[in-house]
C-alpha cells in the first residue's frame, strides 16, 4: 500500500513538472513570436522606407505602395523647395542625406492608421528625426496615403 502511495504521488509530480513546462515553454514561444510578428501596414511601410533609401526619389514615380495622394503631395513640395532654394540636398519624407535602410517601429496607431518610425544607424546613438507615415487600407491592399514632414 505504501508503494502504490509513493509510485502516485511521484506519477502526479511528474504530471505537474511535464505541464508547468509545457505552459511555460508555450507563454515563451508566444512572447518571441509576438515580438517578430508585424501587423500587415506597418511590414508595407518598412518595405516603403527600404526600397525608398536604396532607389531615391525616383522610386516614387514608380511605386505601388503609395497612393496618388501621396505622390503628388511629395512632388508639390519638392517643387516648393526646389524654387526657394534651388537645390534640394536631403532625402524628403526621411530626411537627411543619406537615408536609413531600417527602421525601429514607434507606434502604430490602427485607428487613425499612422505609423510612427525611427531610422535606424549602426553606430550611432544621436538623435534622429521620426518618419511619420499614414497607411490606408484600399480594396483589401495596405498603401501609404499620406506622410508628415517632420524637418522641411
Not at 496618388?68 to 537645390?87: C, G, L, P, S, T
Request: aromatic share 12%; net charge negative; with cysteine.
Amino acid at each position: 500500500m505504501k508503494k502504490i502511495f509513493c509510485l502516485a504521488i511521484i506519477l502526479a509530480l511528474f504530471a505537474n513538472v511535464n505541464t508547468f513546462s509545457a505552459v511555460k515553454k508555450s507563454n515563451l514561444s508566444k512572447t518571441s513570436s509576438s515580438k517578430q510578428v508585424q501587423a500587415e501596414p506597418v511590414k508595407v511601410a518598412f518595405r516603403f522606407l527600404k526600397e525608398y533609401a536604396n532607389l531615391g526619389p525616383a522610386y516614387i514615380d514608380n511605386s505601388n505602395l503609395i497612393s496618388d495622394k501621396f505622390r503628388a503631395k511629395y512632388h508639390k513640395e519638392v517643387e516648393d523647395y526646389i524654387a526657394e532654394n534651388d537645390i534640394i540636398d536631403y532625402a524628403p519624407i526621411v530626411g537627411g542625406q543619406d537615408p536609413s535602410e531600417n527602421y525601429e517601429l514607434i507606434s502604430y496607431n490602427q485607428n487613425t492608421g499612422m505609423i510612427v518610425a525611427k531610422p535606424v544607424y549602426p553606430g550611432f546613438d544621436g538623435e534622429v528625426e521620426e518618419v511619420k507615415l499614414i497607411v490606408k487600407n484600399i480594396n483589401g491592399k495596405w498603401i501609404i496615403d499620406d506622410y508628415i514632414q517632420t524637418y522641411f
